[in-house]
């Protein structure tokens, strides 16, 4: 990226609602201002942490633009791990990419400190900005307006009201509404409950899943449904490490009944997400245990040190803010291949009877709606 020194561009926006949707003012005009930055030749300056500064580095990409993207430098990591997950992620020309990593006091790129050094440096590089979607009185229309001056042009061809919409995903669940003939079909087996995700899922990269997003129109793509039928397309539930002890990744199970399991799906307002919601994947308890899956056992901190090595990843802190006890949580250690299960073993469970359609392609055994049909 050498020659002549390009005129270095900001898209800019405030933080937007976690589960953005393709016809959203502020995606469809982020793609036009970087379109017409780069028909300019400007070179981008894009980052991570938030859909509203990663949706930028996606048609940065897209686009073929030059960027220089700032990302946090955590402590400990190596600098080329960060930037080879980031070019995987974004599917990243690397002669057309320059980094920039900034100090922070707390690792991670959801840190605040990142987030707060990063706004006032980004601002303080750049010669061109282009305001799409921004908070009045924020924190980046107060830092923009503070860094105007001879040298920073703003661009307001493609400026739009922000919305604070949240756009919540919660379900109420209404235990009257379930199927009363539902219990006896699980009484010998687990589950695994799905939710919406508020990125991209397991096994894929932020571009595939900015890339659906834009492609979207009036709906969000990784709904909870969404996520049933792309594990059922796949064949595989994927691990998580998601509240396991580090190195432990894992698909959990439950063995409560689903007029059972409805009781402690709840919205989570600190993460604006549901804990699970009515969308399953039940496998006959006894083969899942030739899977490999084995029953939680659940305890104090302090009794793990005294577990053997094979037992550990199946140990749970009974917890003193939560209380883990009431899921009857099984747990396999890695990924659940579900090419292995014959139909008659396993059973997907969908919220209501006309979402069993949109999943048959995908799962030819028994599919079973949470509510009864109306009239039932």
Same mark, same amino acid.
């Given at each position: 990226?050498?020659?002549?020194?390009?005129?270095?561009?900001?898209?800019?926006?405030?933080?937007?609602?976690?589960?953005?949707?393709?016809?959203?003012?502020?995606?469809?005009?982020?793609?036009?201002?970087?379109?017409?930055?780069?028909?300019?030749?400007?070179?981008?300056?894009?980052?991570?942490? $938030?859909?509203?500064?990663?949706?930028?580095?996606?048609?940065?990409?897209?686009?073929?633009?030059?960027?220089?993207?700032?990302?946090?430098?955590?402590?400990?990591?190596?600098?080329?791990?960060?930037?080879?997950?980031?070019?995987?992620?974004?599917?990243?020309?690397?002669?057309?990419?320059?980094?920039?990593?900034?100090?922070?006091?707390?690792?991670?790129?959801?840190?605040?400190?990142?987030?707060?050094?990063?706004?006032?440096?980004?601002?303080?590089?750049?010669?061109?900005?282009?305001?799409?979607?921004?908070?009045?009185?924020?924190?980046?229309?107060?830092? $923009?307006?503070?860094?105007?001056?001879?040298?920073?042009?703003?661009?307001?061809?493609?400026?739009?009201?922000?919305?604070?919409?949240?756009?919540?995903?919660?379900?109420?669940?209404?235990?009257?509404?379930?199927?009363?003939?539902?219990?006896?079909?699980?009484?010998?087996?687990?589950?695994?409950?799905?939710?919406?995700?508020?990125?991209?899922?397991?096994?894929?990269?932020?571009?595939?899943?900015?890339?659906?997003?834009?492609?979207?129109?009036?709906?969000?793509?990784?709904?909870?449904?969404?996520?049933?039928?792309?594990?059922?397309?796949?064949?595989?539930?994927?691990?998580?490490?998601?509240?396991?002890?580090?190195?432990?990744?894992?698909?959990?199970?439950?063995?409560?009944?689903?007029?059972?399991?409805?009781?402690? $799906?709840?919205?989570?307002?600190?993460?604006?997400?549901?804990?699970?919601?009515?969308?399953?994947?039940?496998?006959?308890?006894?083969?899942?245990?030739?899977?490999?899956?084995?029953?939680?056992?659940?305890?104090?901190?302090? $009794?793990?040190?005294?577990?053997?090595?094979?037992?550990?990843?199946?140990?749970?802190?009974?917890?003193?803010?939560?209380?883990?006890?009431?899921?009857?949580?099984?747990?396999?250690?890695?990924?659940?291949?579900?090419?292995?299960?014959?139909?008659?073993?396993?059973?997907?469970?969908?919220?209501?009877?006309?979402?069993?359609?949109?999943?048959?392609?995908?799962?030819?055994?028994?599919?079973?709606?949470?509510?009864?049909?109306?009239?039932?």
């Amino acid at each position: 990226m050498g020659g002549i020194p390009k005129k270095k561009a900001l898209i800019l926006n405030s933080r937007q609602s976690a589960r953005p949707m393709g016809n959203d003012q502020w995606i469809i005009n982020a793609g036009l201002a970087i379109k017409d930055a780069v028909s300019q030749g400007y070179l981008l300056l894009t980052s991570v942490g $938030m859909n509203s500064w990663e949706i930028p580095l996606y048609f940065a990409s897209k686009f073929g633009a030059g960027q220089i993207i700032y990302l946090p430098a955590e402590r400990g990591a190596e600098h080329d791990r960060i930037i080879r997950f980031c070019t995987e992620q974004f599917h990243l020309n690397e002669s057309l990419v320059e980094w920039r990593f900034i100090e922070t006091d707390t690792a991670g790129q959801n840190s605040n400190n990142f987030q707060t050094k990063r706004d006032s440096i980004i601002l303080h590089d750049a010669e061109v900005v282009f305001p799409i979607s921004l908070r009045t009185g924020g924190n980046l229309d107060l830092l $923009m307006a503070e860094s105007q001056g001879e040298q920073l042009r703003i661009v307001d061809d493609f400026k739009v009201k922000y919305e604070t919409a949240r756009r919540p995903c919660k379900i109420k669940i209404d235990p009257i509404g379930i199927d009363r003939n539902i219990e006896e079909l699980f009484d010998n087996y687990i589950i695994h409950w799905t939710k919406t995700r508020n990125t991209a899922w397991p096994g894929e990269t932020l571009y595939i899943y900015y890339n659906d997003i834009v492609r979207s129109t009036d709906r969000y793509t990784r709904s909870g449904y969404d996520t049933l039928k792309r594990i059922l397309n796949e064949k595989r539930l994927r691990g998580s490490s998601k509240r396991y002890r580090k190195g432990i990744s894992a698909v959990a199970f439950s063995a409560l009944k689903p007029s059972e399991a409805v009781g402690l $799906m709840k919205w989570r307002a600190r993460y604006q997400e549901m804990t699970f919601e009515p969308y399953g994947i039940a496998i006959e308890k006894s083969f899942a245990e030739k899977l490999g899956v084995k029953k939680v056992f659940y305890g104090n901190a302090e $009794m793990y040190q005294y577990l053997e090595e094979d037992n550990r990843p199946y140990f749970q802190n009974i917890g003193t803010k939560g209380f883990w006890l009431p899921e009857k949580e099984y747990r396999h250690i890695g990924d659940v291949d579900l090419s292995l299960i014959p139909h008659d073993k396993m059973r997907v469970i969908v919220w209501k009877k006309e979402e069993i359609s949109g999943v048959r392609d995908a799962f030819e055994g028994e599919i079973v709606p949470l509510y009864a049909p109306i009239g039932q």
